[in-house]
């Protein structure tokens, strides 16, 4: 009897054991991060008479042309200050209508494009024949090719300009009343418009 109480005392100190549990507490942290986003800008100023965001109007000084006249002019393309990212640069003409009697549909042209590190740089740069001399950068017709004004034409390459107005994309442009000119065209006129479209370029390309 008293060895079946001893027994029964141990199993149940041993059902006892069993069944107790320990709960640890742990210590616990968190830190957060955050981020802050600001889309950039991005503008281009354009110049013809070698002041920023004045004139629009090119000046060929084309007045009283005659057959093989050429006449000349200069655009300017800057990215503003306040840009904060570099951009290309691609140039379309959009073509003038006339009719075979006038010099719309006669007069043709080129188109030379050059970087310049600077505005003081590229305005002191002639925008005349020399311009074309040598190997230039054409943006429209080529060393003996011309364009015709009459017809609409979109330059296939593209200039880089660098943010903050750090570089300036200098281009000249040379109109051709061509030998060839009926006498009838003689006393008409033309206008014709060059737009620079501007993309800005992702970081890194």
Request: charged share 15%; net charge positive; glycine share 10%.
């Amino acid at each position: 009897m008293r060895n079946r109480r001893i027994k029964a005392v141990l199993a149940g100190g041993l059902v006892f054991g069993i069944g107790a549990t320990v709960t640890l507490a742990a210590w616990t942290d968190t830190e957060a991060a955050s981020g802050s986003f600001e889309a950039g800008t991005f503008n281009i100023d354009l110049s013809v008479d070698k002041t920023w965001g004045n004139s629009r109007e090119m000046t060929f000084k084309a007045t009283g042309m005659y057959p093989g006249s050429k006449v000349y002019a200069p655009a300017y393309v800057r990215t503003t200050a306040a840009t904060t990212m570099k951009g290309q640069i691609q140039v379309v003409g959009s073509g003038v209508s006339g009719s075979a009697n006038t010099i719309a549909e006669s007069l043709e042209y080129r188109t030379v494009t050059r970087s310049f590190p600077s505005a003081a740089e590229a305005f002191a740069s002639p925008c005349d024949a020399s311009a074309f001399a040598g190997s230039p950068t054409f943006v429209f017709g080529g060393g003996a090719s011309k364009q015709p004004l009459r017809a609409s034409a979109t330059s296939s390459a593209k200039q880089t300009v660098s943010p903050v107005a750090g570089s300036v994309q200098a281009y000249c442009f040379e109109v051709v009343l061509p030998a060839s000119t009926p006498s009838a065209a003689q006393g008409t006129s033309a206008a014709h418009t060059w737009t620079f479209n501007a993309e800005s370029v992702p970081a890194g390309s």
